[in-house]
């Protein structure tokens, strides 16, 4: 069992940053892929960002590649969702995923074996 707990979404101008974090407990984080996944009033839930356990190699959905960057701090058991240059489309609810079986680069393609998510947490950016 992985027990995830995001914070840091908010009320942001377009162009602004925030930065999210998502804090494990139950297993260390370096035993699991993470990810970033968010969902749009009306829209179905969507992939933002992956990191796999051990090399660090990441994967972005093309909308916010070169704005977004995942990392992770497996000492603290936390992931993090760097989001720069921020847009109103990226107004949604962020939710992080760890995935205990799933490659970091199958979540990356929307397939999940053995995941867990935290409670999501709201992105709002202003135009």
């Known amino acids: 069992q992985v027990q995830l707990v995001e914070s840091g979404g908010g009320l942001v101008q377009a162009g602004g940053s925030l930065r999210l974090s998502c804090a494990a407990s139950?297993?260390?984080?370096?035993?699991?892929?993470m990810a970033w996944f968010r969902q749009a009033p009306g829209k179905e839930r969507e992939f933002v960002a992956a990191?796999?356990?051990?090399?660090?190699?990441?994967y972005y959905a093309d909308s916010v590649k070169g704005r977004f960057t995942i990392s992770r701090d497996n000492a603290k058991n936390t992931a993090y969702l760097q989001m720069d240059s921020l847009k109103a489309e990226d107004t949604a609810v962020y939710y992080c995923?760890?995935?205990?079986?799933?490659?970091?680069?199958?979540?990356?393609?929307?397939?999940?074996?053995?995941?867990?998510w935290g409670q999501g947490t709201q992105v709002t950016v202003s135009s």
């Open positions: 995923a760890a995935d205990a079986v799933a490659t970091a680069q199958r979540l990356a393609k929307g397939v999940l074996i053995d995941d867990y």
């Open positions: 139950g297993r260390t984080l370096s035993s699991v892929a």
């Open positions: 990191i796999s356990r051990m090399s660090g190699a990441t």
